[in-house]
């Protein structure tokens, strides 16, 4: 007889299914979103609302969210997302619905947090992806012209090549 078991299994092991569980956890956190299956994103969505819950308590729950997720992440957690919903008491996250997979037609859904987090951005950062800009372009330009050389030479040795015959001794 079938019993009704809680959770769902993705046709994998308890380690796999736990490693699989917490990359995903851990990937949310750090990009604060997430392009997954809709099964997958429903089984780790009530675990990372408990994490964000317990994140809410600060520093001396960086103990108990050790157990779940890595150091970078956990730090994450308690710093920036913890505070950020301090005054929500609950439902951090929402899943939104983005299509069917191509290959196998599976339902993608992004998962993310309800509540974005603001992004600071300085003025030296700015001049800083100005010059990276810059940089591009001048490196996009030496790419053609090492191409077009390379082109040239190749049509320069496109002559017929002679073929060599080895005459045997004895």
């Known amino acids: ?3 009704k078991v809680f959770g769902r299994k993705f046709k994998k092991d308890i380690n796999q299914r736990k490693a699989l569980f917490k990359g995903l956890m851990r990937s949310l956190i750090l990009n604060e979103e997430i392009k997954t299956t809709e099964a997958k994103a ?3 969505r009530a675990q990372v609302e408990k994490l964000v819950t317990v994140a809410k308590k600060g520093e001396s729950a960086s103990y108990h969210l050790a157990k779940d997720v890595r150091g970078d992440a956990v730090e994450k957690l308690v710093k920036e997302i913890g505070p950020r919903f301090v005054k929500r008491p609950g439902g951090y996250t929402r899943i939104v619905k983005i299509g069917n997979r191509l290959k196998d037609n599976a339902e993608m859904v992004l998962l993310e947090f309800v509540e974005k987090g603001e992004k600071i951005v300085d003025k030296k950062v700015k001049k800083a992806d100005i010059k990276k800009k810059d940089d591009k372009k001048v490196v996009k330009s ?3 012209k090492n191409v077009e050389r390379k082109s040239s030479v190749m ?5 017929p090549k002679q073929t060599v015959t080895r005459q045997k001794k004895g």
């Open 1 to 3: 007889m079938k019993k």
């Open 42 to 44: 429903k089984a780790i």
């Open 142 to 144: 030496a790419v053609k």
């Open 155 to 159: 049509v320069k040795s496109a002559a």
